[in-house]
């Protein structure tokens, strides 16, 4: 079997560049491990940036997020009971949008499908090689069938935990990490949220973050210790804690999903080695508290996609060479403000007294002073992603 790009992983990275490329004519085959239910079942990240929204419907995957999508104009930071709104609009000019990641990948999905082009779920030991040379392959099983897929790139869009990055030789990467003493426990709950925008909350228990997925269902989270157990967490303790650090009375009903998801900053350089091209997790982890994951993700595609596109358009390799590069200037300013507003609004345990009265005086700055209010907007709403 033969095809021009293999994409491996089905997450918003494989998913989307697929729907680039397919727009572009230019043959793909997207190979995952999971199912499809999993997929469009896994709750994860939900605030899209203006550009990502805008790639979304540029790629033709935009209409139920824009229909079922709540258009955010600012946040509130809370601290020293009292919450603070940031104006993204007056600051800004631009907005987010609340919209699920999985349900960004269900409409992948279903383009996908849709346009009947290969898209494989439950694909078993997918092994990549030979993308030092003109010819990759790719292996992998289905239901017991072995396969191999030759191709002219990889996309390496299989996450943190996938088989791509591993597969470049050690001596060719350089990896950054920061691993946090802390972990978010998260709950999606079927109750209205108690604000209309979120609310993230620097509290002397510890963070929390009030979201939502729509004008029912709240997604809530606090910050715990990296081992938590959810024994230790029943929904009455975590409603109880969310109350006391977020200092709102919220609207209590039903859980639906509960998790402990640990906290890490992660880079690697290059993201590329050959022909197999690294995107989205399995490239660089940012910790959640400025919602930047997916949206990297999104950023990384759109580069790589333009980059294939003139590739198969005029034979030039510049674009792919510099896609690296190009990724991470942008990656390393994203990196730099997810680890600043992780810092800023949690708890750290070698903190002391002074470090806590530096983190009140900062927010106190950034609500008292439009250059800092403006700083965190521009780079909530997202930085520009230049070609
Ligand atoms: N073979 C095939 N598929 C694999 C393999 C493998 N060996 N290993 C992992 N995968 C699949 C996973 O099952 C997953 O569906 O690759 C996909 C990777 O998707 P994501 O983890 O969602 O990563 P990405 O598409 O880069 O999106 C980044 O995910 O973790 C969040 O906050 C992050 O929002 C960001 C987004
Ligand atoms: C979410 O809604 O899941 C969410 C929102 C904002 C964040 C992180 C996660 O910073």
């Not at 999993?38 to 990502?52: N, P």
């Not at 929904?235 to 640990?262: F, H």
């Not at 403000?337 to 609004?345: E, G, K, N, P």
Request: hydrophobic share 45%; aromatic share 8%; net charge negative.
């Amino acid at each position: 079997m033969r095809t021009q790009v293999a994409i491996i992983g089905a997450g918003p990275a494989g998913l989307l560049l697929a729907q680039l490329l397919h727009q572009r004519g230019i043959e793909c085959v997207v190979l995952e491990a999971r199912t499809r239910e999993y997929l469009e079942q896994r709750v994860r990240a939900g605030v899209l940036e203006h550009q990502s929204v805008d790639i979304l419907n540029a790629a033709g995957v935009g209409a139920r997020m824009m229909r079922d999508g709540l258009p955010h104009h600012g946040i509130f930071l809370h601290f020293k009971g009292e919450n603070h709104r940031i104006d993204f609009a007056e600051l800004t000019g631009k907005a987010v949008m609340i919209y699920g990641q999985q349900e960004v990948v269900r409409d992948l999905i279903e383009a996908r499908l849709e346009a009947r082009q290969p898209l494989h779920f439950e694909v078993e030991d997918v092994a990549v090689s030979d993308f030092d040379t003109d010819r990759p392959r790719v292996r992998y099983r289905v239901g017991g069938q072995e396969h191999t897929l030759e191709c002219d790139f990889i996309a390496g869009c299989d996450g943190f935990h996938g088989i791509c990055r591993p597969s470049i030789p050690e001596r060719e990467l350089t990896l950054y990490e920061r691993v946090y003493p802390f972990a978010w426990l998260g709950l999606l709950a079927a109750a209205p949220p108690a604000s209309h925008e979120l609310i993230y909350a620097n509290d002397a228990r510890g963070f929390a973050l009030l979201s939502m997925r729509s004008p029912a269902v709240s997604r809530l989270y606090l910050q715990c210790l990296p081992d938590a157990d959810l024994n230790d967490w029943p929904d009455e303790r975590v409603w109880t804690e969310l109350q006391a650090r977020l200092g709102s009375q919220l609207a209590i009903g039903p859980v639906l999903q509960k998790s402990v998801t640990p906290m890490r900053s992660f880079v690697v350089e290059p993201m590329s080695s050959g022909r197999l091209f690294l995107a989205g997790d399995a490239a660089h982890i940012v910790p959640p508290t400025g919602a930047k994951g997916m949206n990297l993700a999104i950023a990384d595609v759109q580069v790589l996609g333009t980059a294939l596109e003139r590739f198969y358009k005029s034979g030039s390799t510049d674009a792919l060479s510099a896609y690296s590069q190009t990724c991470l200037q942008r990656v390393w300013k994203v990196q730099r403000f997810s680890w600043w507003m992780t810092a800023l609004l949690h708890r750290f345990e070698t903190d002391n007294a002074f470090d806590q009265r530096r983190q009140l005086a900062e927010l106190e700055y950034i609500v008292s002073s439009r250059a800092a209010a403006q700083t965190l907007a521009e780079n909530y709403v997202g930085l520009p992603l230049s070609l």
